[in-house]
């Protein structure tokens, strides 16, 4: 019998393909919790676990990890690679849900609608105090365009936005296919009015959005990261705000989660949520049906399609 552990919190109905074989035992406990590690051929995580090469070497039978969602970062893959374990995503079944968080944090910062929310709720009236800015005739910049900053892309321009877009393999094919005119990095830094970063987490990604970058943006600019953490530097984005440089931030992911740097998050100019934008009912079950069929595909020996390492 093929063992598979889910040790975060994955809706039943995504779990189905598993749950309704007569080949696979199924187990919802957190990794942590669990004594007979050694006996799971398969562990299933969203982004809670921290699947290290201490967990994997508790699992010697461990075949395949999958992850219910795009980023792998949580995941030791190079671990996982030298001892021979599989590592899967899912990374269609969120982009929808994080491409419309992006919008709701970019409309949420240019109109201020939290500072609104939290005023009227003491009970004030002061209009005045919350003039905003329309997302009409503004560059945006997408930093990175896979498929999430590809539909960032397509939402803008319905708002009559004026695209650029960055990314290492971009062509003019690709980013006029959305929308978009590809740019370099330098030129969306010059010219957006907010800047939106959608790459993974990498060594070459981390603080991308750093002191040096943010000098060369223009005065004003907003800056929107829905993507992970340390991509945007928090410690260079406050001292920038500070000084008006960086008219207004949203925030998705932290360096820390929850978020260490509460002097950022106590802002006026930051409008901030908890790591939620692929939060969605619908994202969740997706993600989880494609990662549950990987799951079952490995198990009966067929191919699987999302492989990362």
Not at 49 to 76: C, F, H, W, Y
Not at 121 to 144: C, D, P
Not at 269 to 285: F, G
Request: aromatic share 4%; with cysteine; glycine share 6%.
């Amino acid at each position: 019998m093929f063992r598979v552990l889910v040790s975060d919190k994955i809706a039943k109905e995504g779990l189905a393909p598993l749950l309704e074989s007569d080949q696979i035992t199924v187990v919802e406990k957190n990794v942590s919790e669990v004594d007979d590690l050694d006996s799971y051929h398969a562990l299933l995580v969203r982004s809670a676990t921290k699947v290290t090469a201490e967990v994997m070497s508790k699992m010697p039978q461990l075949k395949i990890i999958g992850r219910a969602g795009v980023g792998v970062d949580n995941i030791d893959v190079p671990a996982a690679t030298e001892r021979g374990i599989v590592v899967v995503n899912a990374p269609d079944g969120n982009t929808i849900a994080t491409a419309e968080h992006t919008f709701a944090l970019m409309l949420a910062m240019v109109r201020k609608l939290c500072l609104a929310n939290a005023s009227i709720r003491r009970g004030e009236w002061n209009r005045s105090a919350f003039m905003g800015s329309e997302l009409y005739g503004k560059t945006l910049g997408v930093i990175g365009f896979g498929r999430i900053g590809q539909e960032v892309a397509r939402r803008a321009k319905a708002f009559e936005m004026n695209v650029l877009a960055y990314s290492r393999s971009i062509t003019p094919e690709k980013a006029a296919a959305a929308g978009a005119q590809a740019s370099t990095l330098e030129e969306i830094l010059a010219k957006a009015d907010i800047i939106t970063v959608h790459t993974p987490a990498t060594a070459e990604t981390k603080g991308m959005l750093g002191e040096e970058n943010l000098k060369k943006t223009k005065p004003g600019v907003m800056i929107i990261n829905a993507a992970r953490g340390g991509i945007v530097d928090e410690e260079a984005l406050k001292r920038f705000l500070d000084s008006g440089h960086v008219a207004a931030a949203a925030l998705d992911v932290f360096v820390q989660e929850p978020p260490a740097n509460y002097e950022l998050m106590q802002m006026e100019q930051v409008t901030a949520t908890p790591h939620i934008a692929a939060s969605t009912k619908e994202a969740q079950l997706k993600v989880a049906q494609v990662v549950a069929e990987e799951v079952l595909n490995f198990a009966l020996g067929r191919p699987v399609k999302n492989r990362v390492n």
